[in-house]
C-alpha cells in the first residue's frame, strides 16, 4: 500500500512515468538515491529523503562498478 507520501509523488510525476519506472531507470544508470532523491524535488517539487527512498525500494539493482 502506497504512503501519502508516494501518492503525491506519483501524482506529480510526468504523464506515462511512474515512481518506481523513475528510481528503477535512475539506479540501473549508476545514480545513487541521494542523486535520485534530488532529481524526484525537481520533478515533482516534492521532497523525499535518500533514506525513505531505500525504505520504499529495498531490492534496488546494484551502482555500477567503477
Known sequence: MATPLQELIELRMPPGQTLPLFVNSRRRRGIGLRR???????????????????????????????
Open 36 to 66: 535520485v532523491a534530488e532529481d524526484i524535488y525537481e520533478t515533482t517539487n516534492v521532497r523525499v529523503s535518500h533514506a525513505t527512498l531505500r525504505n520504499w525500494f529495498p531490492a534496488q539493482p546494484s551502482r555500477k562498478a567503477s
